[in-house]
């Protein structure tokens, strides 16, 4: 089986204290949306699923920018049950460690969402859903490369491009490339699926005339986000040290700030982050 193949095949895990709280929330009888939007917001799995869902009422192939809240109010709360319920009988919802997995999908989301604000691309939503699938395939290396939790946890902090080349040279293929395709099957927008492949190779991308100004100031903005989380990982107490996995100088170059423009962004996002027990709050920033 090809790794196209097995992508489509792949469930990513449902979050489980996630699925416990929204399942008790949508049996209230008035449940608040926004408090139902805000767990899924917490979950690569169902944020993406109810995304794509939605979009795939739309024979005609147009995806229209919509929200998470309009996402959730068309699918209503009897076909959330039964995305719920499906999760819980799902045979491949093996979350052992994958905690660090949803906790940087969701402040990596947060952080595209809110440099969004400051250096536009596309919607806030499509933002947010570019951050939550960024690294979607490490559950799925997880599962099928018995050895990939610890060297993904070794590498980590090594420059996405070295990442890139240490995985193809162990695997023969690596999750930024599955990311893509699991991100297509998913129905995200093809666009969000090319920059998401493009991260190990943001330097020649970035460097290129022949790659879109829109892929690549939205490569910018998902690179500046993975850095600003792991920053924050080291602030909140979660990784020893902050090493940088991007070569920022270039992504810079390209964006024209400085680096005092860089750290006056950084300031105005963590200034503007919500946090609780879990870390960061989606969409604070």
Known sequence: MSVTEIARSFVIPVRPDVQQQLSRLIQQPEPSLRAVCALIRRDVSLYANIMALVRMGHADGHHPVISLEQAVRQLGRRRLCLLLKAAACDQQNDTAGLEHFWDEACEVATLCAGLNRYLPCVSAEEAFLLGMMHACAV????????????????????????????????????????????????????????????????????????????????????????????????????????????????????????????EWLEQQLFGHLSVDDHGMVPGSA
């Open 139 to 262: 559950p799925l290396m997880v599962r099928y490369d018995g050895d990939y939790q610890r060297f993904y946890d070794e590498a980590c902090l090594l420059d996405l491009t070295d990442q890139q080349q240490l995985e193809q040279w162990q695997y023969h293929h690596d999750r930024f490339f599955i990311s893509s395709q699991l991100a297509r099957c998913w129905r995200v927008p093809g666009l969000l699926c090319d920059v998401i492949a493009a991260q190990p190779h943001y330097i020649h991308v970035l460097k290129s005339e022949w790659h879109g100004p829109r892929l690549c100031r939205l490569l910018c903005l998902l690179l500046l986000a993975v850095e600003f989380s792991l920053k924050f990982e080291t602030l909140w107490g979660r990784a020893d040290e902050y090493q940088p996995v991007v070569r920022m100088e270039q992504v810079l170059r390209y964006l024209g700030l400085t680096c005092d423009e860089l």
